[in-house]
């Protein structure tokens, strides 16, 4: 059983090399065995087809991202005070994301054209939405935010999110992004916390 897990594991991670040096198009099942030392039959007891590893890797990704949420809201006493929790914990995510943006962009570039992989991108991006929108929402109603639209407060966060993400793995060094990430979630907090400062909310 260890060992199937550690061949699985090994083709996970020669594929994902794989893809973000060569493109999902352009990367054979042979490419990918060779690549992690594993025959086609290995490769075919693991994952039925390419499609599979793909998804496999995407998911894994999109997992670690939720489970991070999650953390980040353990021990909280008001929405404010979760959203700056998560702040804290943002250099891993960038830590995760860094020399990552090759595969990123297939992920992105395979679910414009493959509903399958598609599906499988858009369902967690809507369930963080949902999961950002009910934060907002309890919020509202413990009275630490202002009674603002969920929903469209939630696309911001996102945008503002997967914004950052994108400029910290295209250029790493161009500035201190878990600072910019600190700052930009207290500019968010400032517009929608009417009493917020210095990260004492409410008071």
Not at 170 to 195: M, Y
Request: proline residues 4%; neutral net charge.
């Amino acid at each position: 059983m260890r060992k199937a897990e550690e061949t699985r594991e090994r083709i996970l991670i020669a594929a994902e090399e794989c893809f973000a040096q060569n493109g999902y198009d352009a990367t054979g099942v042979a490419e990918i065995c060779k690549r992690a030392g594993v025959s086609k039959g290995a490769f075919f007891h693991h994952f039925p087809t390419k499609q599979a590893v793909f998804l496999e890797l995407l998911n894994r990704w999109l997992a670690r991202l939720e489970q991070q949420l999650e953390e980040m809201l353990l021990g909280a006493s008001n929405v404010p005070e979760a959203l700056l929790k998560m702040v804290e914990t943002t250099r891993q995510v960038f830590e995760v994301a860094r020399g990552k943006f090759p595969i990123f962009l297939e992920f992105l570039n395979r679910a414009i054209r493959d509903p399958k992989i598609w599906q499988a991108t858009i369902t967690p991006y809507r369930r963080y939405r949902a999961f950002f929108a009910k934060i907002i929402e309890e919020g509202i109603a413990e009275g630490t935010l202002r009674p603002v639209d969920p929903e469209m407060a939630a696309n911001a966060m996102l945008s503002l999110a997967i914004g950052l993400v994108l400029q910290a793995t295209i250029d790493p060094n161009g500035a201190d992004w878990s600072q910019v990430v600190r700052h930009s979630v207290r500019v968010f907090l400032e517009g929608t916390v009417g009493d917020y400062q210095s990260g004492n909310p409410g008071h």
